[in-house]
C-alpha cells in the first residue's frame, strides 16, 4: 500500500482527485505505524481543505485527525471540532460511520444518540 501511495504522491502529474487518497492511505498507515513521517502528509492533507472544505475530503481528514488525537498525537478538541464540522456539512448521517466511532472513542460517555 505504501509503495502505491508513494508513487501517486511522487507523480507530479497526479491530480488532486488521484492524490487526495493516496496521501490519507498513506498517512493512516505511517500514523499506525508510528512513524512521524505522516505530518507532512497530514498538512498537505490540510492545504487541501483550506482551498475549500469538501466533504469528501474532510471526513478522511477527520478521520486521521481523530485517529492521531486517539494516539495521543493531535488536540482532542480539534478532532471532535472537525468531526462536528463534517456532519455539518453532510445531507445524511450514513456516511458517518467511522467518525460516529471515532467520536465514541475520544469521548467515551457520549450519548450514542449524537454520532
Known amino acids: 500500500a505504501a509503495s502505491e501511495a508513494l508513487d501517486v504522491i511522487g507523480n507530479d502529474q497526479a491530480t488532486a482527485l488521484v492524490r487526495y487518497p493516496a496521501l490519507v492511505a498513506l498517512a493512516k498507515l505511517r500514523l ?6 505522516a505530518e507532512p502528509l497530514l498538512a498537505e492533507m490540510k492545504r487541501f481543505l483550506e482551498k475549500g472544505i469538501e466533504l469528501q475530503r474532510l471526513l478522511p481528514y477527520a478521520a486521521v485527525v481523530a485517529e492521531q488525537a486517539w ?8 478532532a471532535l471540532r472537525l468531526i462536528g464540522l463534517a456532519e455539518g456539512l453532510s445531507p445524511t448521517r450514513a456516511v458517518f460511520a467511522e467518525l460516529a466511532v471515532w467520536r465514541r472513542m475520544l469521548v467515551p460517555d457520549v ?5
Do not use: M, N
Open 32 to 37: 499506525r505505524r508510528g512513524d512521524p513521517s
Open 71 to 78: 494516539l495521543g498525537q493531535a488536540d482532542k478538541h480539534e
Open 111 to 115: 450519548d450514542p444518540g449524537d454520532t
